[in-house]
């Protein structure tokens, strides 16, 4: 596709409840990132993914959450009873690859998440 | 552990001037240092990004400077247009891309 694309953009969910977030990079990209944007908090790393590995998974905040990346393209960030805190608008950004320092990251524009 | 800070938070200038954003960081280790552009609403568009290695980029209206020896890195905008009104968002990179982001410039241009 043209550019990295997030599903769903907005997301309601009631305190408790799973919810899944899609992120489709841009064809080619073996690099896929997430990130999280909390209000107050800023951008924060969550995982990288170099293909379908992920050899950095180190800013997961907890165990409810957790991705994975199929065929070196789409990948689901998953988070499990969710919390009130979880409220952030997650970003999914993609490059040619992760292990080159030059490459430019392409971000979508996220999925927002309210969690009432 | 690193931290980014970016100062002012927030600016507001009239139509036409140019203008200087500023971003410290701690650890001088980087790979290179990235500014973005964020719209309301929306996710983040590429600027600029400096190699380690090198002092500055130029793109457009837009150039930034990094020193690395001294953990600062500025982004120049140059005519500043009402266009230019975003949050500007500095972030420097550990390796495999992992960016840590400052906490963003917002950034009103005034007609």
């Known amino acids: 596709g043209a550019g990295v694309s997030q599903s769903p953009s907005n997301k309601v969910t009631e305190k408790g409840k799973d919810v899944e977030l899609r992120c489709d990079p841009i064809?080619?990209?073996?690099?896929l990132y997430w990130y999280r944007q909390s209000l107050g908090q800023g951008l924060e790393f969550l995982i990288y993914?170099?293909?379908?590995?992920?050899?950095?998974k180190s800013g997961l905040p907890s165990d409810r959450f957790s991705a994975e990346r199929t065929g070196g393209s789409v990948s689901t960030l998953t988070i499990q009873r969710t919390q009130q805190e979880d409220s952030a608008v997650y970003l999914c950004a993609s490059s040619l690859d992760g292990r080159s320092s030059g490459n430019t990251i392409y971000f979508g524009e996220g999925s927002w998440l309210t969690v009432v | 552990k690193q931290e980014v800070t970016q100062i002012p938070a927030a600016l507001s200038v009239p139509e036409g001037e140019n203008l200087v954003l500023n971003c410290s960081f701690t650890?001088?280790?980087?790979?290179?240092l990235q500014w973005f552009r964020q719209d309301p609403g929306k996710g983040l568009t590429s600027l600029l990004l400096i190699q380690s290695s090198q002092r500055e980029q130029t793109s457009g209206r837009l150039n930034a400077s990094l020193d690395k020896s001294s953990g600062r890195s500025t982004l120049y905008i140059a005519a500043s247009q009402p266009g230019d009104s975003a949050t500007y968002l500095c972030?420097?990179?550990?390796?495999?891309?992992?960016?840590?982001f400052g906490q963003g410039t917002r950034l009103t241009i005034n007609p």
């Open positions: 972030a420097v990179d550990q390796g495999a891309q992992k960016l840590v």
């Open positions: 993914f170099q293909g379908n590995s992920a050899p950095d």
């Open positions: 650890d001088s280790a980087i790979y290179n």
């Open positions: 064809s080619g990209h073996t690099a």
